[in-house]
């Protein structure tokens, strides 16, 4: 058993009222300058929808993440030893502008310093790359609010595998239906990132597990740009070199949240540690796309577990961290609750960012339901959801609905257990039915719906202590008792711990 820790995140999708409070937060700290202007390293989403970039989980279009051989080992889908050299002045797996965007601005000088006229003077937009007139045909959330028009829905790639019935319901106007989706680096446990870059400029920070890039040792391959499935590694024009989500690791250094985390009006995100063995992740990343997420969750260990605790000081990991472990909200969701999930799993990247998934709202006649007093069909039947359930299992459960079904009907039998204890129109007896359907006990919903609605920043962010002075000392052991990160396939250290 070899303990790692890991700074993992959860996204409550339930709680996402699509604000962008969090992209803006991350845009003004971080991308707000020259080769930076197109980086969303946050941005939010409306699904269904084709994101950003354009159609980002489209893999046979970008060849992102990892694939099976024939023998049965990894191999990164986007790149090899022989595409590296012939792909270097044109990647055909690369997002172009057009998958992302033209960022621009707007000539204010025409607008404060126009002459006397009868015509109200305008701010034309013109391009921050080049600086001429651009006429604006998209950006980072020009989707945003519109997931069920024609234009959008119909072309998200969770799509597959619903039936026309489905694809329609999801598309009219007339049922508009959407949730939004923010989303960040991932800082998966197996990144096809580090995996990709012949420079070794990508690595994951041995104290946490926070991937990030060497800006001296990056020399534009731009191979973590196709190689990340989820698209969250850009390429600076400018600098000519890659940039990524940090996860605001100087914060998190000082015991304050990221800024997209601590600026949420929603309060729908979640940060904490998790203790994993590393030596199951070939394994898992090599497990048939239904048993991967089961898979993750075994690589996961119990933090109270005195002989993972053991393995884990044996291994460097600080009191500090173990405690913090033990107190994480991460934990609770993904392990304890299950009801958090991981983004496409199917790319095999493992990702550290888990989402709860969202519930539908109450339709029309389930409302007239309510007025009779038919606590019975008070909420709607998870298979009756707005959202089809094989779109939210494509999105989180790599196809498998029987992890979104469980994380859904818990969630539902929170909320019948919660309006029984307050509301008081939904029977006891009905209300206990629920939960133990749901495998859900009276004491776990309470404790869902305190870290879900009463929970305060405390409860929401447990940040480990980072002792860098020891994480510095780790990095310089000797390569042998390090971890390997990824399947790389150059000569480039693949690093880690």
């Known amino acids: 058993m070899q303990v790692r820790s890991q700074i993992s995140m959860v996204f409550h999708l339930d709680k996402c009222i699509g604000c962008h409070t969090c992209s803006v937060a991350c845009k003004n700290i971080w991308t707000d300058r020259k080769g930076a202007e197109y980086m969303w390293w946050n941005n939010v989403e409306t699904k269904p929808g084709t994101g950003f970039p354009t159609k980002w989980e489209d893999q046979e279009k970008y060849k992102g993440g ?3 051989n024939a023998a049965g080992e990894l191999e990164i889908k986007s790149t090899s030893k022989t595409k ?11 997002p172009s502008m057009d998958d992302y965007y033209e960022p621009w601005t707007y000539d204010y000088q025409n607008l404060f310093n126009a002459k006397e006229g009868s015509d109200q003077p305008t701010a034309e937009p013109i391009s921050m790359i080049d600086g001429k007139k651009i006429d604006v045909q998209s950006g980072p959330n020009w989707d945003d609010d519109l997931g069920g028009s024609p234009i959008y829905a119909e072309n998200d790639p969770n799509l597959e595998g619903l039936t026309e019935e489905q694809r329609l319901q999801l598309s009219s106007v007339e049922r508009l239906v959407f949730f939004y989706l923010p989303r960040i680096c991932n800082h998966c446990l197996n990144p096809c990132c580090v995996a990709s870059c012949p420079s070794g400029a990508l690595y994951k920070r041995g104290e946490d597990g926070i991937v990030l890039i060497d800006q001296k040792k990056c020399r534009a391959w731009r191979s973590c740009v196709a190689a990340c499935p989820y698209k969250k590694t850009y390429f600076n024009w400018f600098t000519g070199k890659s940039e990524k989500c940090i996860l605001c690791f100087p914060r998190l250094e000082t015991g304050q949240a990221p800024a997209c985390f601590h600026s949420c009006v929603g309060r729908i995100r979640y940060l904490g540690v998790l203790l994993y063995d590393a030596e199951k992740l070939e394994e898992v990343a090599k497990l048939p796309d239904d048993e ?13 577990d005195p002989e993972v605790i053991a393995e884990a000081m ?8 173990i405690e913090a472990a033990q107190n994480s909200p991460v934990y609770k969701f993904v392990i304890e609750w299950k009801i958090a999930l991981p983004p496409h799993i199917e790319f095999r ?12 709202p109450v339709q029309a006649s389930k409302v007239e339901d309510t007025i009779t007093h038919n606590s019975e069909n008070l909420f709607h039947d998870i298979d009756d959801s707005r959202v089809p359930m094989k779109f939210l299992a494509n999105l989180f459960g790599a196809g498998h609905e029987g992890v979104v079904r469980y994380a859904l009907a818990k969630q539902k039998a929170v909320r019948w257990h919660r309006r029984a204890e307050t509301v008081g129109d939904i029977d006891r007896e009905t209300a206990d039915r629920m939960l133990r359907e749901a495998n859900c006990t009276r004491e776990e919903a309470e404790a869902i719906y305190k870290l879900t609605a009463l929970c305060k920043f405390e409860d929401r962010f447990v940040i480990p202590p980072m002792h860098r002075e020891q994480a510095i000392e780790m990095m310089k052991e000797p390569h042998e008792h390090r971890e390997e990160v990824g399947f790389g396939f150059v000569g480039a250290p693949r690093r880690g711990v």
Do not use: A, C, W
């Open 66 to 68: 990892f694939e099976k």
């Open 349 to 360: 990247t493992l990702p550290m960012l888990f989402y709860v998934p969202p519930m539908s």
């Open 314 to 321: 044996k291994n460097g990991v600080s009191e500090g961290v």
């Open 84 to 94: 590296i050299v012939p792909n270097i002045f044109h990647n055909p797996h690369m």
């Open 292 to 304: 991967l997420v089961e898979g993750q969750r075994d690589m996961i260990l119990d933090p109270h």
